[in-house]
């Protein structure tokens, strides 16, 4: 009862009954969910639901104090909502799920909540979660946490900033050729030794399916792109003395990779005109010195050469021998102390051989683990800092602070990741009106389309755009284009009918699909403004229902201004070089964000020093 009186004291006898009646959807149990779940039951909430995809890592322990050494390997939802058993009034719903999957989570589910909180880890779940609101208006609470920097941002569509109105950049990723063939960094050999060596000898089987012919290899080099397929197929010689357990054969995998393969790259001329070449590794000190090999060392030294080699020998026996315990399949984990080991002694002799500074074991683990420096006390004061926020977004003080403009409520963040030249820890500014170029919250107008599947069978796409042209009063003349923006497929335009006369379900239109409708009409003048619509898939519909919607007019889109609002792609521009951008990154292991230094309002970046290889590097659409 003193929790209630105290609750009672502050937001009054009304307000504790509303926040009693209150359902809220959490996003995310890890640093700030599992922080936040915590706040919201202390606070009352009536009916908390957990969404959280991910299961308990070793590496959670430090920050998530709901979790223990037992829970390892158990789903953080429903581990969380048993944590906190002892001290809640709440109804709790734990979900062990995808926020993304719309079998699970459709937009009806999203319909039951007054307000929902993300504490995401991850670009494409934020962004969703942020587009379901939109579609809904429903106020969505954002956070994040690196090291001792953090921010909250309350977003209320159509009315603020939503998370997608400034810009986001995109994972830092190599070109292959940099990778395989002229590495200058760590990152690089360790991407080299995760992503690629230690999938190709452990995880995967061997073979190469990608179409070469489309392939971009990053390079124009005949000369390195027969070097790099050849070196690929050779693999698969590897790959079976894994399988085959043939631990003597052992040392030969180190000869194959740093020996024959370099003396094939060194003949390649036209990679060292400008590039310091690398060195063959000395064959004599390839031998199995097991004294050498088990002696015990700390795991912040940078080992020598020798025992570096020995160690990636001895580790490598052992994974061979695991494979066939482990179903011939072996997934890297930065708690697997084997395949940890595997990676940094791969990534070590990879680095002495092409002259780049080798590293410890711990810091190794931090790159190859997308480990982020964790502060438990950010985590506490953000999350601290949503669930009061709350209190302002459901106006539950409205006897203090009335909310009469939602734009006069406040974000926070802290000054260290601003860059202010100020002594406060942290800083509160209102909150911005929506940006024009947003194409998530702006530059659309969004519908929930109801449909069964009965009829998806006899509907066709060329019936369901007349209905739509007659629906929201478009001229038979007009040019229309659909898109499907699930997986961004063409369905219709003015030159392109191909599809008009397949039904919906031939289509694949399932609960969740999203369609963009854009007059495409040959103006100068105005056109209307496209339609985003969300079906959604029920049993008891005879014909197609279309939202009423108010389609404003709006000037066609100049092909030659920046694309910044281009909804073909729905993301906006991606910045090629991060290390140019105005803005400071901050990122957890379970959120991310940026503050930009001249507009003091959050943006989120992926890790610079993200471990992915992508076959060539991502462009921004037109």
């Not at 003080?397 to 006069?408: G, I, N, R």
């Not at 991310?592 to 590097?617: A, F, T, Y």
Request: hydrophobic share 35%; glycine share 4%; net charge negative.
């Amino acid at each position: 009862m003193a929790r209630e009186d105290n609750i009672i004291k502050i937001i009054g006898q009304d307000g504790y009954t509303k926040i009693r009646q209150t359902k809220c959807l959490l996003v995310g149990a890890g640093g700030i969910g599992s922080e936040l779940l915590k706040d919201l039951i202390l606070m009352e909430f009536g009916e908390i639901h957990i969404v959280d995809l991910d299961t308990i890592d070793l590496s959670n322990l430090n920050r998530q104090f709901l979790f223990r050494q037992r829970d390892i390997k158990q789903p953080k939802s429903t581990t969380a909502v048993k944590a906190v058993q002892n001290f809640n009034n709440s109804t709790l719903i734990p979900y062990q799920g995808n926020i993304m999957d719309t079998t699970q989570f459709p937009l009806h589910w999203f319909k039951q909540f007054n307000i929902v909180f993300n504490a995401l880890d991850n670009l494409a779940a934020r962004r969703y979660v942020n587009k379901m609101s939109q579609f809904l208006s429903l106020p969505l609470l954002e956070s994040g946490t690196a090291g001792f920097d953090g921010y909250i941002q309350p977003i209320f569509p159509g009315k603020t900033e939503c998370f997608d109105c400034t810009k986001k950049e995109t994972p830092k990723t190599f070109p292959v050729c940099t990778i395989r063939s002229t590495p200058s960094q760590p990152i690089h050999c360790i991407v080299w030794a995760k992503n690629f060596l230690f999938n190709q000898l452990f995880a995967d089987d061997g073979n190469q399916n990608e179409d070469d012919a489309n392939k971009d290899w990053g390079t124009t080099d005949e000369n390195e792109i027969k070097r790099i397929k050849q070196e690929t197929n050779e693999l698969q010689e590897l790959h079976n003395i894994i399988l085959e357990q043939d631990l003597d054969r052992i040392p030969y995998i180190l000869k194959k990779l740093f020996i024959d393969d370099i003396t094939k790259l060194l003949l390649i001329e036209n990679l060292w005109k400008t590039r310091t070449k690398p060195i063959i590794l000395d064959e004599s000190i390839i031998s199995d010195n097991n004294h050498v090999a088990n002696e015990k060392k700390s795991l912040n030294e940078v080992w020598d050469i020798n025992y570096i080699i020995q160690r990636f020998i001895t580790v490598t026996k052992t994974l061979s021998e695991r494979m066939k315990s482990e179903g011939n399949f072996i997934e890297f984990d930065k708690d697997d102390e084997d395949t940890l080991e595997f990676v940094a002694m791969a990534a070590n002799i990879r680095s002495y051989i092409f002259h780049i500074p080798m590293k410890s074991v711990f810091d190794i683990k931090q790159t190859a683990g997308n480990i982020i420096p964790a502060i438990a006390t950010t985590n506490a004061i953000i999350a601290g800092l949503s669930a009061l926020t709350s209190l302002r977004v459901l106006n539950l003080l409205d006897k203090y602070a009335p909310l009469e403009d939602v734009t006069k409520l406040n974000m926070a963040f802290t000054a260290m990741a601003s860059n202010m030249t100020t002594n406060r820890y942290l800083s509160n500014p209102q909150l911005a009106p929506p940006s024009c170029k947003c194409p998530v919250c702006m530059q659309v107008v969004r519908g929930v389309v109801q449909l069964s599947d009965k009829i998806s069978e006899t509907t066709t796409l060329g019936q369901l755009i007349n209905q739509l042209k007659t629906k929201y009063d478009y001229s038979e003349d007009n040019d229309v284009s659909v898109l499907d923006m699930n997986d961004q497929r063409l369905l219709y335009d003015f030159d392109f009918e191909d599809l008009s006369s397949r039904t919906l379900k031939d289509l694949k239109f399932v609960n969740g699909t999203i369609i963009l409708f854009s007059d495409d009409s040959d103006s100068d003048d105005k056109i209307k403004k496209p339609i985003e619509l969300y079906f959604e898939m029920a049993d008891d519909f005879d014909e197609v229902i279309l939202p009423t919607l108010d389609i404003p007019m709006i000037k066609p889109k100049n092909p030659d201004a920046d694309n910044i609002g281009d909804l073909n792609d729905e993301l906006m521009p991606l910045t090629e070089n991060p290390e140019n951008d105005d803005g400071i990154v901050i990122l957890d292991e379970d959120e991310d964000v940026v503050i930009e230094d001249n507009k003091k309002r959050p943006r989120e970046e992926d890790e610079d020093d993200l471990v992915e290889i992508l076959e060539s590097p991502k462009k921004a659409k037109n």
